[in-house]
Nanobody, 126 residues
């Protein structure tokens, strides 16, 4: 069992930055692929970024590529999402997730993730 707790959300003006953190419980954190997803009101949950257990394989949604950076510190059982050049359309609840599946590449598919945090709200004003 893995428990995930996100933090770092808030209100920011367009063009600003935020760093989200996701702290995980458990002793096998490094074996999990970790992902960030987001969901805006009335919309489906969408993939944002994901990182393999080793940190060597990364994926980004096209909409955030070049602006967001996912990283992890396995010694601290924490995954981060650095968000720069934020836009109003980035406004959403942001969720981290852990995937205990196999393979080198982390998945973009939400249904392949086994554990989810409660989310943290990011609001970008124009």
């Amino acid at each position: 069992q893995v428990q995930l707790v996100e933090s770092g959300g808030g209100l920011v003006q367009a063009g600003g930055s935020l760093r989200l953190s996701c702290a995980a419980s458990g002793r096998t954190f490094s074996s999990y692929h970790m992902g960030w997803f987001r969901q805006a009101p009335g919309k489906e949950r969408e993939f944002v970024a994901a990182l393999s257990g080793s940190g060597g394989f990364l994926r980004y949604a096209d909409s955030v590529k070049g602006r967001f950076t996912i990283s992890r510190d396995n010694a601290k059982n924490t995954v981060y999402l650095q968000m720069n050049s934020l836009k109003p359309e980035d406004t959403a609840g942001y969720y981290c997730a852990a995937d205990s599946g196999y393979g080198e590449w982390p998945s973009r598919r939400a249904n392949e993730y086994d554990y989810w945090g409660q989310g943290t709200q990011v609001t970008v004003s124009s």
